[in-house]
């Protein structure tokens, strides 16, 4: 199976500053990768899919680039409300994996 | 707008069987591929199980293989999680997640969650 590796786990930022966090699977994907934000006890919701197209409704402060093996999320301008876990998966085929997450905080 | 509403969930003891539902509304759920993704205490998302649109193709974690069974009723445009023989580790938060289109596309609609707990 492929494995989803995010970095960092865990990261701390201060508002306004640009975060990036990437996502490296043990086999090429080509472009089949979604990213999702999981606010402290809410549900999970798409923010990119087929790795760097913004889902309707997201913040254009997001974005996504990368393709094959790695990726990565980037956040221009960090606000508040971004405070929450990132959330790398691979859909091209099953099992649809997720990476372990990445828990983003305000400094 | 695309509503997912999910129930059954519960306290349950080793061993013992819950079916989980998940009631949709906004869109037809034949037209569109379906997954129950898990989340226990404190850690990550899993996909546990994922039916096709047609119905035809489905999936299994392997850690469930054997002992969940996902199905759908399109009368009620309603899906479901059978689950058989639970262990401790199945405890977490299942969500009924909508594919954007077939079963390699990502999850765009979520439900709140139900919370599965097994314990004695």
């Known amino acids: 199976d492929i494995q989803m590796t995010q970095s960092p786990s865990s990261l701390s930022a201060s508002v306004g500053d640009r975060v990036t966090i990437t996502c490296r699977a043990s086999q090429g994907i080509s472009n089949s990768l979604a990213w999702y934000q999981q606010k402290p006890g809410k549900v999970p919701k798409l923010l990119i899919y087929a790795a760097s197209t913004l889902q309707s409704g997201v913040p254009s402060r997001f974005s996504g680039s990368g393709s094959g093996t790695d990726f990565t999320l980037t956040i221009s301008s960090l606000q508040p409300e971004d405070v929450a876990t990132y959330y790398c998966q691979k859909y091209n085929s099953a099992p649809w994996t997720f990476g372990q997450g990445t828990k983003v905080e305000i400094k | 707008e695309v509503q997912l509403l999910e129930s059954g969930g519960g306290l349950v003891q080793p061993g013992g069987s819950l079916r989980l539902s998940c009631a949709a509304s906004g869109f037809t759920l034949t037209n569109y591929a379906m997954s129950w993704v898990r989340q226990a205490p404190g850690k990550g998302l899993e996909c546990v199980s994922a039916?096709?649109?047609?119905?035809?193709?489905?999936y299994y974690a392997d850690s469930v293989k054997g002992r969940f069974t996902i199905s759908r009723d399109s009368s009620k445009n309603t899906l479901y999680l059978q689950m058989n023989s639970l262990r401790a580790e199945d405890t977490a938060v299942y969500y009924c997640?909508?594919?954007?289109?077939?079963?390699?596309?990502?999850?765009?609609?979520w439900g709140q969650g139900t919370l599965v707990t097994v314990s004695s």
């Open positions: 997640a909508k594919r954007q289109t077939q079963l390699w596309s990502s999850f765009d609609d």
């Open positions: 039916i096709s649109g047609g119905g035809s193709t489905t």
